[in-house]
């Protein structure tokens, strides 16, 4: 993963603990292991439909309310 993507994932995550990351969506609390992000990623896109890798605004182009 590079830097790029990581750092999208931390705008929805706030660092708790070395290994810990709270979701600001829902406030669960989830592992991050050594680093890695792959759980945040995975919590993003299936528990809130959000894409990790592309910015939220990319997200929403094309989206009429």
Known sequence: MN?????????????????????????????????STKGLQYHLQKVHNVDSKRPITEQNEGTYF
């Open 3 to 35: 830097k790029s993507s990581a750092s999208l994932v931390w705008d929805k995550f706030k660092k708790l603990k070395e290994a810990e990351a709270e979701c600001t969506i829902c406030q669960k609390v989830l592992k991050c292991v050594g680093g």
